[in-house]
């Protein structure tokens, strides 16, 4: 039994079948202008500007502060150029790479920033350590992904290409240049995929239908469906209602070729069923038409429903893709109920597009399947839904990847660019992660500077970390002159130093105490000698004046002798014994006086003393005056009075001798008695002076005891000082403790200022940190890691200064870490509106909440499955693991066309058994078998076709959205619906209990029932 059809879809075919030139005048007409008018998709794709990842995302917005902070203000996405030449870069090579700053700035439409590479210290910092390899960034303005961002990209890699030097290879790379050459890739790979579509499509017609007019029609009508799907959303995107990109042809192409071959497909096989009934073609194009348009419509909004909400997802390639899909299959749904109808009626009244003959064969293999279900329901769901359930259980078992490298050919410039970098410098050189401490003030200051000192090396402890570069370890260690260790270390060293310095001083000292004991001991003698010669200089003194006496008496006496002779000779006897004896006598006085002289002039006390060393020249001067004058005087009057007495000599001579003599003598007697005087005096003051000197060594020796007592002490007070802050040093410099403080001072040295220019913004306000991981930085790891590190150094300025201070991370493994957090969000977000799009047309569809319930719940196991299968194949088997965006595209497409087959097959059901009846359920499955196979294997291989871009992430959609079609196909709408169905009998239509009146047969209804063959 069938239900009547609307009266709007009966009324919209009858109108269009009776109007079909007009209609296809109207639609020739409107693609004509629509591609004349409006420009191609390609040019309006090329204008957009819709990053991959939204602006407000956090590293988005960190690219953001670094631009403005370090680099233009105007860049939104960041190149890498570079440079190798094997066998190492020459001078012209050099040359020519400076020269490329001001040409590339030269550019302000496709350049914003290029890091100058004219400064020898930046271009030794940014070359390989073999010489071969130098690269610099540079920036743009386009957004990473946006295809704006592709033309720039391309303009900069022709200016840095140009002129280039022979046998240098200059390459641009980076994350931009990756997100670009994937995107270029996937928009080469669109007219090889039309072109398998189209003939895979013709050929399977061709196979179905065995005519070339019928295939060419349904060609016709897709071809159409296209050119105006295309027209159309160019027009949309252009006018800005919603945002395309290079993903936006590939995927529209696809889903209105597979889309509209479906379509036509179902309304051609109910043509033919009524022209193999002997209808005539009007009537059976507006039959068709009015019988199918209702499943088409609830077809296509499903596809439109799920797709349009994509507008409001987070990432650019579903705002780009799902709303142009949700346009191109309105007008798909448009063309297909109202322009194939035309065609057809246009078509068949001059005998074209006709059925072949009824193949019993096909029908009676549908039927005898659709028995087999109905008859054993419970063993054909099990049987079917294990294998499926088996297959869903790898879908938890998904790790997508973000390696856009990977999905594109390993020959594309961005790849060959890090491969080069890769052999020339250590790991993620040019894909490090920034983290950027932002405060409302001037960070140079010790305070602060010593807290990014504390988040860099927090930020080094996280597992995955290399190294970290920042301002206070511009080469990724601590400033070794800034550290509180280096700074306890060298205090120690040096205190140290001194107290080896006043060890040798304390023996000095020592040696001193121990000479002014010495010399206040030889002071004290000095004292004592020099009073014991005050009283032997008095005694000298009296025995000269005695001497002197005699003299004057010898004098007196020879002078009476030369008046009286008579005693001469007895007298010159007693003379010369006397004289002889006063020689005697004399020298025994001088030789004393040389004893004195000699230890007074030995004397280092005497010397320092200025009046021991002036009685000291007084003794030479007494002694000098007897030995030089007194003692030869005596012995000359000596010798005279003993030649006298021995009558040897003349008389008067010996007199006159004697009497000159005596008046030497005499003289001598009297000058030595002047100089007695003056030694004694001087003697005394010397013995003045001693006592003086003695009390002085005194004082100097118990000074210098103490002295040597003190230093002493101090050395061991250095040495206790030196220990501590040794030990200081040595806890200072652990990891733990990070001691870190930059003098004041040091903030205005210009070797700070030009190794802080990378790290610390203009203003001081911005401090770059830079975290190089040991692992990919397109890994999941990668993405992990920057976490960690963000929570590591917020930890770390916890207690200081920058407690307040903002916080952000950028970079590739950054960006993919916010791509991983926004695509979960927009798959819950896709899965929720898909599912509950889908439960709603079908709802409306078939009012009935548990036949709804049930297709939805065969639709998601559907897609799971297919999900799970490609885990398996390209994850597990291939070791390939599924491109991000796959399971996300793969949802709006397999679950929305899952459910037209489910929708088709469920409303003939509907129609063939309203009260649940077994028979029914197998006509239905019967009559559809061939339609819904014909159909998915066409879809599927519109799918397939995808394989043969070299981009992997269509590939992988393509294999996915196939396979499940294909599962959809054979065993979800042949096996598990009509198996179910069987199972709930009558509960299925629940709550819907009225049985549907029979309708008046109208000419052409013959032989509907039952009918399964599609040609």
């Known amino acids: 039994m069938e239900h009547r059809p609307g009266r709007l879809l009966t009324g919209l075919a009858t109108l269009v079948v009776r109007r079909a030139g007009w209609v296809l005048a109207a639609w020739l007409l409107v693609t004509g202008v629509l591609n004349t008018a409006v420009p191609q998709l390609e040019e309006v794709v090329a204008k957009d500007s819709t990053p991959v990842v939204p602006l407000d995302a ?148 061709m196979l179905i239908y065995r005519r070339w007019s019928t295939a060419a029609l349904i060609l016709g009508s897709v071809g159409i469906s296209l050119v105006v799907a295309r027209a159309t959303t160019s027009l949309l995107g252009l006018t800005g209602v919603f945002d395309v990109s290079t993903f936006t042809g590939s995927f529209l192409t696809a889903i209105v070729l597979g889309a509209a071959t479906d379509y036509a497909i179902f309304v051609v096989s109910r043509y033919h069923e009524q022209r193999r009934d002997g209808v005539p073609a009007p009537a059976a194009a507006r039959y068709a038409a009015s019988r199918v348009s209702a499943v088409i419509v609830g077809s296509a909004l499903t596809v439109m429903l799920a797709n349009a909400v994509l507008v409001i997802a987070q990432l650019g390639v579903y705002r780009t893709t799902g709303p142009a899909i949700a346009a191109s299959v309105a007008v798909t749904l448009l063309v297909s109920i109202t322009l194939l109808p035309a065609l057809l009626a246009l078509l068949g009244s001059r005998g074209l597009c006709e059925p072949r003959p009824r193949n019993p064969s096909a029908a009676t293999g549908w039927a005898r399947v659709a028995d087999a279900v109905v008859a054993r329901p419970g063993r054909f769901a099990a049987a079917a839904l294990i294998p499926l359930l088996l297959l869903a259980a790898f879908f938890p078992a998904m790790e997508p990847s973000f390696d856009e490298r990977q999905v594109q050919p390993s020959d594309t410039e961005s790849n060959r660019g890090y491969a080069l970098l890769d052999a020339h410098y250590p790991v993620n050189e040019v894909l490090p992660d920034y983290v950027l401490v932002h405060a409302d003030r001037d960070l140079r200051n010790a305070e602060d500077l010593a807290a990014l000192e504390q988040a860099g090396a927090a930020a080094s402890r996280v597992p995955g970390v290399g190294l970290v ?43 001193l105490a121990d000479g002014s004991a010495q010399l206040d001991d030889g002071a004290g003698e000095l004292a004592s000698g020099a009073d014991q010669a005050v009283d032997g200089a008095g005694r000298l003194l009296r025995g000269i004046e005695e001497l002197r006496a005699g003299v004057v008496r010898l004098a007196d006496g020879a002078d009476r002798a030369s008046t009286g002779s008579a005693d001469l000779r007895d007298g010159a006897a007693l003379l010369a014994t006397g004289l002889q004896t006063a020689v005697d006598q004399t020298r025994i006085a001088v030789d004393g006086l040389a004893r004195i002289d000699r230890a007074l002039r030995s004397s280092l006390a005497c010397t320092l003393d200025p009046v021991c060393a002036r009685a000291r020249d007084g003794v030479r001067q007494v002694y000098r005056g007897q030995r030089d004058e007194l003692i030869p005087g005596l012995q000359e009057a000596a010798d005279g009075a003993r030649a006298l007495a021995d009558g040897t000599a003349d008389l008067g001579t010996g007199l006159a001798r004697l009497d000159a003599g005596l008046a030497d003598a005499r003289d001598g007697v009297d000058r030595l008695a002047r100089g007695q005087r003056t030694f004694t005096d001087k003697l005394g003051d010397l013995a003045d002076g001693s006592a003086r000197l003695r009390d002085g060594t005194g004082q100097v020796a118990d000074g210098t005891a103490r002295l040597a007592d003190s230093v002493t002490e101090l050395q061991g007070g250095l040495g206790e000082a030196s220990a501590f802050l040794t030990e200081t040093a040595d806890r200072a410099g652990t990891p733990e403790m990070g001691g870190f403080y930059l003098p004041p001072v040091a903030l205005g040295d210009q070797r700070f200022a030009v190794a802080s220019s990378q790290f610390l913004s203009d203003d001081g306000r911005t401090a770059r940190i830079v975290v190089l991981g040991d692992t990919d930085a397109f890994g999941p790891q990668a993405s992990e890691r920057t976490t960690r590190v963000r929570e590591s150094i917020a930890t770390a ?205 109208e000419p052409g209804d013959r032989g509907v029932l039952g009918a399964g063959a599609t040609s």
């Open 58 to 205: 956090p590293s988005a917005v960190a690219t953001d502060l670094m631009d403005s902070a370090f680099g233009s203000g105007r860049s939104n996405s960041f190149l890498v150029v570079v440079a190798e030449r094997t066998g190492g870069l020459t001078a012209d090579d050099k040359r020519y790479l400076r020269r490329l700053v001001p040409q590339l700035r030269a550019d302000p439409d496709d350049v914003t920033f290029v890091q100058d590479i004219r400064s020898v210290a930046v271009t030794r910092a940014l070359s390989s350590e073999d010489g071969e390899a130098l690269y610099f960034q540079i920036g743009i303005p386009g957004e990473t992904g946006a295809p704006s961002a592709i033309q720039q990209i391309e303009a900069v890699r022709h200016l840095v290409r140009d002129g280039a030097p022979a046998g240098l290879t200059v390459l641009v790379t980076g994350p931009s240049a990756t997100i670009s050459d994937m995107a270029v890739e996937a928009e080469a790979s669109i007219l090889p995929i039309t072109l398998i579509t189209v003939a895979m499509i013709f050929a399977i017609l």
């Open 469 to 511: 570069r920042g301002t206070t370890r511009p080469l990724g260690e601590p400033i070794p002159q800034a550290q509180v260790a280096y700074q306890a270390g060298q205090v120690g060293q040096r205190l140290g130093d001194a107290e080896q310095q006043l060890d040798d001083g304390t023996r000095g000292a020592r040696e």
């Open 797 to 1001: 300025l916890r207690g200081t200064g920058l407690e307040d201070a903002e916080v952000h991370v950028t970079g590739m493994a950054a960006a993919n870490a916010d791509l991983a957090s926004l695509d979960r969000d927009d798959f819950r977000l896709i899965l929720i509106v898909a599912l509950i799009t889908v439960f709603l047309v079908l709802l409306v569809l078939l009012r009935s909440l548990v036949a709804a319930s049930v297709l939805l719940g065969t639709v998601a196991l559907s897609y799971a499955s297919a999900i799970g299968l490609a885990v398996l194949v390209w994850q597990i088997v291939l070791d390939k693991p599924l491109e991000w965006s796959v399971p996300s595209l793969t949802l709006v497409i397999l679950v929305a066309v899952g459910a037209d087959y489910n929708m088709l097959l469920a409303k003939r059901m509907q129609e063939e058994a309203p009260d649940g009846e077994p028979v029914g359920i197998a006509r239905a499955t019967a009559a559809t078998g061939g339609v819904i196979t014909a159909a998915g294997v066409i879809f599927a291989a519109s799918m397939f076709a995808l394989m043969a871009a070299s981009v992997t992430t269509l590939v992988q959609v393509g294999f996915t959205i196939g396979m499940g079609l294909l599962i959809d196909t054979f065993v979800v709408r042949t096996l598990v619906v009509p198996a179910l169905a069987t199972l709930l009998g009558r509960h299925l239509w629940w709550p819907r209990r009225r049985r549907a009146a029979p309708l008046a047969v």
